[in-house]
């Protein structure tokens, strides 16, 4: 049991739900009871909080986790003024991370993966979505989801696989061509492995406009896999309609929705996943509609969009203190972004994202007095334990760990 909280922030309920000065008993990896007043038991492991705040294991609903090589040359030359086209024209952006991804082995792609995943741990993150997309070609997105697979197994942390052939076109093949192979031979093949939980598609009309998405998302769904969008980054191309009409569970960056396609998925309750260390990266001047969002009842999560070309942020909490700052969400929004409405866009929100009997005991013990702490202190990492279903998976070395005895 982990006794002596000063708060429990439960989010059970519509906003934090939060006790004070209280407990929380485990057993078999889910939790129990939690309260005011719970003594530890007879062969109980006993975390003692010093005070501090209590909560829910981190989500990160939206990440591009498994890649080969960075591009930290292509960041400078961003600095210095160079546009993403001027960036892509001299051999860059994504299609640089192909090249990488596909030369890689399945070893080096986990090794690499796996030291991502201990960073995330640190932040306090036990429950992360994984992209395909770096491959283009069907071995390399096979190959992507099978180290997902392997990560998975490794029990560190529980990874969501997500399938996005449909990130670009690959340069060897033209778009309807590079369709085709994503429908026809790259979605049996991922689903006959069940190597995928969703179905993702960059809907941008320079990229993948509506209706070629549409084809792609129906076909995942018919081979099992629930959809999810990039929708509306770069311009407003339908992509937030899209989401609503294909029944997505999610649609992620939003920065330039149509009042329409918000309006269809309030309607459809499709999950906004907001990516503000994109645009904080990025220097991105457009921001998401948050006001409208809040005013259609929106639920609202927050992603890291960890990849290496414009997020390289690992860190929750960092996500949720530049949704308050960049994007002007409350404190409560942005904790509720990065647990249990992140546990929703996953589809998982009976199993995680609160501190509820019968969820599994994924919980976050930091060094901090207060919740607002965790939005307050930029940049501070809170962390000094993460359960895992019940088992500890990370403890902050040196002093500033919590205590646990063996009663």
């Known amino acids: 049991m982990i006794q002596n909280a000063g708060q429990v922030l439960t989010f059970a309920g519509a906003?934090?739900?939060?006790?004070?000065?209280?407990?929380?008993?485990?057993?078999a990896g889910r939790v129990v009871e939690v309260g005011r007043g719970l003594k530890p038991e007879k062969n109980e492991t006993v975390i003692d909080a010093g005070g501090k705040v209590v909560l829910p294991g981190f989500v990160d609903p939206h990440t591009h986790l498994i890649f080969a090589g960075w591009r930290a040359d292509e960041f400078e030359l961003r600095l210095a003024g160079k546009s993403y086209k001027e960036i892509a024209a001299a051999g860059g952006g994504i299609l640089?991370?192909?090249?990488?991804?596909?030369?890689?082995?399945a070893d080096e792609l986990y090794q690499a993966g796996g030291e991502r995943l201990q960073e995330m741990v640190s932040w306090g993150t036990t429950t992360v979505e994984v992209k395909s997309g770096?491959?283009?070609?069907?071995?390399?997105?096979?190959?992507?989801?099978?180290?997902?697979e392997r990560l998975n197994r490794a029990g560190l942390i529980?990874?969501?696989?997500?399938?996005?052939?449909?990130?670009?076109?690959?340069?060897?093949?033209?778009?309807?061509?590079?369709?085709?192979?994503?429908?026809?031979?790259?979605?049996?093949?991922?689903?006959?492995?069940?190597l995928a939980r969703f179905c993702d598609v960059f809907c941008e009309n320079f990229v993948f406009n509506?209706?070629?998405?549409?084809?792609?998302?129906?076909?995942?769904?018919?081979?099992?896999?629930m959809p999810t969008v990039h929708a509306d980054e770069i311009e407003s191309s339908g992509g937030a309609e899209l989401a609503a009409q294909v029944g997505a569970v999610s649609a992620s960056h939003l920065l330039k929705p149509s009042e329409q396609g918000l309006a269809l998925m309030a309607k459809k309750g499709v999950v906004a996943i907001l990516l503000p260390g994109t645009c904080f990266f990025l220097q991105e001047v457009h921001k998401p509609p948050v006001n409208r969002m809040r005013e259609l009842g929106i639920t609202i999560a927050l992603g890291s969009d960890f990849n290496p070309g414009s997020s390289t942020l690992l860190a929750q909490p960092l996500t949720a203190q530049f949704g308050c700052i960049y994007y002007g969400l409350t404190v409560v929004e942005a904790l509720r972004g990065i647990t249990i409405n992140a546990a929703r866009a996953l589809r998982l929100e009976q199993e995680i994202g609160s501190i509820e009997p019968g969820k599994w005991a994924d919980m976050v013990v930091t060094d901090?007095?207060?919740?607002?702490?965790?939005i307050y202190r930029l940049g501070h990492n809170p962390v000094k334990l993460v359960?895992?279903?019940?088992?500890?998976?990370?403890?902050?070395?040196?002093d500033g760990g919590a205590k646990v005895k063996f009663c």
Do not use: C, W
Request: hydrophobic share 35%; no cysteine; glycine share 8%.
């Open 368 to 374: 901090v007095p207060d919740y607002r702490h965790l």
């Open 387 to 398: 359960l895992k279903q019940g088992r500890v998976v990370y403890e902050r070395q040196g």
């Open 210 to 225: 509506s209706e070629e998405s549409r084809q792609i998302l129906e076909a995942g769904k018919s081979v099992g896999l």
């Open 158 to 194: 529980r990874l969501v696989p997500t399938f996005l052939g449909a990130h670009s076109v690959p340069p060897e093949l033209g778009k309807r061509d590079y369709i085709k192979l994503v429908i026809e031979e790259m979605l049996p093949r991922v689903q006959a492995k069940k």
């Open 15 to 27: 906003e934090l739900g939060l006790v004070q000065n209280a407990g929380v008993r485990v057993r």
């Open 96 to 105: 640089n991370t192909v090249r990488q991804t596909r030369r890689a082995s």
């Open 134 to 148: 770096y491959g283009l070609e069907t071995e390399t997105e096979i190959r992507m989801l099978e180290v997902v």
